[in-house]
């Protein structure tokens, strides 16, 4: 197990900028998922690490020792690949010896822990087989058994789950999850898909243009994201964003959505003093608007008119879409109010997790 | 009742009839070749051939090994070629994977430039080959025959074991070097064992190049105990009397070692190693 720190870390492909002097300290047996859209860095920053790229600026460490001109082979890592890079002329069990038998370990140890690897992964019976024999979850899970019985310093993976289909992504999850409970060992995972991330992480990592935009546990990243791209990026159905101007009414803020097709009112706030008659961005999470029918309650200054436009029930949840002040709206809401396209629902929000946004930097505001 | 697509029966008939044809037409040669080589002197040369006669003797292989260097030819061939095989792949093998994977300047025109090599027939450059030999010390050696031949293989060779190396992915190799392996050691362990039906392909290649050779041979080398068996072979139906008995057997031997290496490698010719190490 390892500490891994990235000191203003860059890499550059020719002219083009990959990765602009990022910071990171991963603590030992930190589970670590770097997210972000494609073409944000991620990858290429996990690949330094693995030591498959050069480093163009800045450092790696692993326990505050410079790895930067190590080989893959001197930094005692393991790496997942998202095709899973299986060696397709060995055994099953010769694929997950590889590396033992490279670092010579004896052969006795070498079956030994072959042996507790599969098992932990439930491969026990395909270790006389070929990768070409085995099913994609098959090929994932001795990918990851590789991995496992070099029991190496840190595990890198690179959207490992991104070709498995739908329901086995989601068991995977829950394995790679239970493997890291039991292994302890610091992983950096690499993804695009937001939910792995929130699933997995101890740390969320958000990427875009080559640089960290924001880090911190999964719950604080949804909750308080610090900018529009985040809170777009994290959550799904993504956050509604509203355009909105700001006004002072009676010692509160209101918020006029649009072309005032409706207000909201807001708690007064120095942050916000000088924000006074400027155009600003809601941001407002799914969750955050709770739906009501015609005759309840409304509460006036805290709510706007829903009409229905789409209705997609999940079975738990329904979520229901609607359009307001030209931008998409989408809440969600419980399936017993039934409801249907056209029906003039009135959606409350939650102030208390509204968001601010700049319309012009992107950032949240404090309020 | 079986419905009988007729058509099919006899396009079927048709295809086979065709092949067997060709067949006959090529294999005739070898076989006369064969039944020459076992037939006593008398029933070689006669007015009217016989195709079959039951008066079969080895003595055209025993006068081929007693009496003559057939021998010496046939080590000095088996050398030569060996050699310019394991040479070629080894040399072919280092050149492809460093254009399939090392990003250099002239990359691509090294690439498209390898085959134009053979635009020019051997014939044209065994002058200056020579030439070039004799400045080396290599003239009249085996070593220069074994240049001579992994220089003609080798375009060929790089530009095949190219197109293999291309179609491996990555990953396997970044695999197995964060597995712990050094890049030659990626290399040897997967690279070129997925390669394999590249590499038996350029040593058929490269062998039969060497193992068929007359030109450069006939060039680069003069003492007796040097020759190859196409000169040596030449040279005995060059001498007073052509036993054309014995030239047969010569011939019948000389084709059994390409017939055995072909035999034992064409199986790992089967493509399809490749399934199964990536998603898919």
């Excluded at chain 1, 829950?174 to 039991?182: A, F, G, P």
């Excluded at chain 1, 918020?255 to 000088?274: K, N």
């Excluded at chain 1, 002040?325 to 969600?332: F, S």
Aim: glycine share 8%; net charge negative; with cysteine.
């Amino acid at each position: 197990m390892s500490s891994i720190e990235l000191r203003n870390l860059s890499k550059s492909f020719g002219d083009v900028p990959a990765v602009r002097g990022i910071d990171l300290a991963i603590t030992d047996g930190e589970f670590i998922v770097l997210v972000g859209p494609s073409g944000c860095g991620k990858t290429t920053t996990l690949r330094m690490i693995a030591g498959l790229e050069s480093v163009s600026g800045g450092a790696i460490a692993f326990d505050g020792e410079e790895v930067n001109r190590l080989p893959p082979k001197g930094r005692d890592i393991a790496m997942v690949f998202q095709s899973y890079a299986l060696y397709p002329h060995m055994t099953v069990f010769a694929n997950m010896a590889f590396g033992l038998r490279l670092s010579g370990v004896d052969r006795a140890q070498i079956g030994e822990r072959v042996r507790a690897a599969a098992e932990l992964l439930n491969i026990s019976e395909l270790l006389r087989r070929r990768p070409r024999e085995l099913s994609g979850g098959q090929r994932q899970r001795v990918a990851m058994g590789r991995a496992i019985v070099r029991q190496p310093r840190a595990f890198l993976f690179d959207e490992p789950l991104s070709n498995l289909d739908a329901n086995l992504r989601a068991q995977m999850r829950v394995e790679i999850k239970r493997l890291h409970s039991q292994l302890r060992t610091t992983v950096v995972y690499v993804t695009h898909d937001q939910v792995e991330a929130m699933t997995l992480a101890d740390r969320i990592v958000v990427m875009r243009d080559g640089v960290i935009v924001q880090s911190g546990p999964p719950e604080e990243v949804y909750r308080q994201p610090v900018d529009r791209f985040v809170a777009g990026f994290i959550g799904a159905p993504k956050m509604n964003f509203l355009p909105a101007r700001l006004a002072a009414e009676n010692g509160a803020l209101s918020l006029r959505i649009g072309e005032g097709e409706a207000e909201i009112r807001l708690p007064a706030s120095d942050a916000l003093a000088g924000r006074l008659g400027e155009d600003v961005e809601i941001g407002l999470r799914p969750e955050h608007l709770s739906m009501r029918t015609p005759g309840e309650d409304t509460e006036p200054g805290r709510s706007f008119p829903f009409p229905v436009e789409v209705v997609e029930p999940l079975g738990a949840e329904t979520l229901v879409f609607t359009t307001v002040a030209g931008a998409e709206v989408v809440a969600r809401c419980d399936p017993e109010l039934h409801p249907r396209p056209g029906d003039r629902l009135t959606a409350v929000v939650d102030t208390a997790h509204l968001h601010l946004i700049d319309p012009e930097s992107g950032r949240v505001l404090e309020r | 009742m079986i419905d009988i697509d007729w058509r099919q029966v006899f396009s079927q008939i048709a295809l086979y009839f065709g092949a067997a044809l060709i067949a006959l037409v090529c294999g005739f040669p070898l076989l006369w070749m064969v039944l020459t080589s076992v037939r006593p002197d008398r029933d070689i040369l006669t007015a009217t051939p016989k195709f079959w006669s039951f008066d079969y003797h080895w003595q055209h292989y025993v006068n081929l090994f007693d009496l003559t260097d057939f021998h010496i030819y046939f080590v000095n061939s088996i050398t030569v070629a060996g050699s310019a095989t394991l040479f070629t792949i080894f040399v072919a093998t280092l050149a492809a994977y460093g254009i399939t994977r090392f990003r250099f300047g002239g990359r691509n025109a090294i690439a498209a430039g390898m085959l134009f090599t053979y635009m020019f027939a051997p014939i044209l450059i065994i002058v200056p080959f020579y030439i070039l030999m004799r400045s080396a010390g290599l003239v009249n050696s085996k070593l220069g025959l074994v240049f001579a031949y992994t220089t003609f293989s080798l375009p060929f060779s790089m530009w095949l074991l190219r197109a293999f190396f291309q179609s491996i992915p990555l990953d396997l190799e970044e695999a197995a070097m964060t597995d712990g392996a050094s890049r030659p050691k990626a290399v040897a362990l997967v690279i070129v064992p997925l390669a394999l039906p590249g590499v038996i392909a350029v040593s058929i290649f490269t062998f039969i190049v060497a193992w068929n050779d007359y030109l450069f041979a006939r060039v680069l080398i003069n003492d007796n105990e040097l020759k190859t068996l196409p000169i040596g072979m030449d040279d005995l139906y060059n001498a007073t009397v052509t036993d054309w008995g014995m030239m047969m057997a010569g011939g019948v031997v000389i084709t059994i070692p390409a017939l055995v290496f072909f035999i034992l490698v064409q199986r790992y010719l089967i493509a399809g190693w490749g399934a199964g190490a990536v998603k898919g």
